[in-house]
């Protein structure tokens, strides 16, 4: 199994920015894609962004041109480029490996963001 460590999220104001890093422990060998999720009160947890292990990306409609996704294979860690945040960027946000199968590995504890004047 895959364990990820999630860090660097925070309060910030409407229009800031921030980095999060995500970094993937244990059986590690065979990731081919990682992504960020973040789940909302009251909402389901949904994808923000991914990346292969050749560097494709893909993102949420509602993230598009704000963030952006990285990874350094080298580290096994994935980050998240996340700037003019908008209040309703305010989540805790996760990172995952799902595999081909859409089987994804045990949830972090992930990072609270939360956008706020």
């Known amino acids: 199994q895959v364990q990820f460590e999630e860090s660097g999220g925070g309060l910030v104001q409407p229009g800031g920015s921030l980095r999060l890093s995500c970094a993937a422990s244990?059986?590690?060998?065979?990731?081919?894609?990682m992504a960020w999720y973040r789940q909302a009160p009251g909402k389901e947890r949904a994808l923000v962004a991914g990346?292969?292990?050749?560097?494709?990306?893909q993102y949420a409609e509602s993230v598009k041109g704000r963030f952006t996704i990285s990874r350094d294979n080298a580290k096994n860690t994935v980050y998240l480029e996340m700037n003019s945040l908008k209040p309703e960027d305010t989540a805790v946000y996760y990172c995952n490996a799902p595999n081909g199968a859409g089987r994804y590995s045990p949830w972090g504890q992930g990072t609270q963001v939360t956008v706020s004047s």
């Open positions: 990346i292969s292990s050749p560097g494709i990306t």
């Open positions: 244990g059986s590690i060998f065979d990731i081919y894609f």
